[in-house]
């Protein structure tokens, strides 16, 4: 199970080093933009909002990390000790 996590985060290291670094450099290579294709031009718009809102990802990535690791390891509302306990029974009369 370490080894695919170590493959995810080091393939998420890559491509936050291409859309930060490498692409930013060789975007300004090309002086007509509007004649990029479609799907370079995506690219280029992707690595420029990553630029811009890169903290904020991080941050809020961190958020939905520890917000799905608490959800997956809490006990359900059923076996909490909040001292309720509700049972429904159904009977047939």
Known sequence: MVYP??????????????????IPKFSGISPNRGKLPWLTQVIVAVSQTVMKYGPFLAVALVIIIVGA???MTSRPAS???SGCSCEFRLSAR
């Open 79 to 81: 076996d909490s000790s």
């Open 5 to 22: 996590a170590v493959l995810a985060v080091l393939a998420c290291a890559v491509l936050v080093f291409l859309l930060t670094f490498f």
């Open 69 to 71: 690791k608490r959800a």
